[in-house]
């Protein structure tokens, strides 16, 4: 963190304003910056990544934190649900995450099963993701079962991101996708699991498919910071899964899903030309071609017998 807080200041310490802004928009996100965001009332964004392509644009565009969620059994792979997606898939995009991205501090979520066995299983298996794919930290689903889990990742020097309410890897428990926390007891449960989430040593939590006025109380009773989705303006910052953004998620979008861009739209008319041109014989054109040299064409004429020697 020393060597961080250095860099921010010989960075931004004799400059204007506006490059100060953007020295610290290309100072490396970490939990200190995700901490201070919430301390100073400013937003954090993020979103969720799965490959190479989307992480390095999404990083580009300056996003706080990517994570590599395991919704991308969903929107990558075409299951149901998050639940099949295994250890050896997560750790595969993760790396592809880490190597586009230079400043976002990269979240992995630990798929459903690598942590609900044992304690001992849950570590080896973040550890994995910290050591083998280069991520900063992990995130795992669940409340009051999971405080042993965080103190033991924290113990292990592994930074633990928590996440409450709607948490997907517990849909059969809930009987599908409900907003959670609807009754006071409900809403008494949530408090007291993100205070002792905090407590054991999560460093943010995600609040997912949860009452605006609910989120709004757990975001003031934590110190750290808590993110949002389907959870009102009221948290410290807002996470979207990235296919549901730019409409690539081949489904109705959510109440909570704002639509900024239309990928599905993009690609589909970028195909249907080439398709287009391709049967049309426009595709691939002279400029897109290559040819043979002078010398190479006339000895291969030669041999065809269709230049005399
Ligand atoms: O897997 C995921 O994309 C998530 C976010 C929705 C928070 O857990």
Redesign the pocket.
Known sequence: MGVALELTMSLTHFRSADQSARATLTAPSTIQSLQDKKTQGRPIV?L?AYDYATARLVDEAGVDFI?V????AMVVMGYDN?LPVTMDEMLLHTRAVRRAVKRAMVVA?MPFGSYQVTNAEGVANAARFIKEAGAQAV?I?GGASRIDLVKRLTDAEIPVMA?LGLT?QSVHRMSGYRVQGKSVTAIHHLVKDALALEAAGAFAV?V?GIPTEVAQRITAALHIPA?G?GAGPHCDGQ???LHDLINLSFSAPAKFVRRYGDAAALITDAVNRYRNDVEGHQFPGEEESYHLGKEALAALLREEGKLKA
Do not use: M, Q
């Open positions: 993020a969720t994570l969620g395991d919704s991308l998050t979520d995130k689903e996440h997907p995600v997912e993110v989705i996470i979207l899964v």
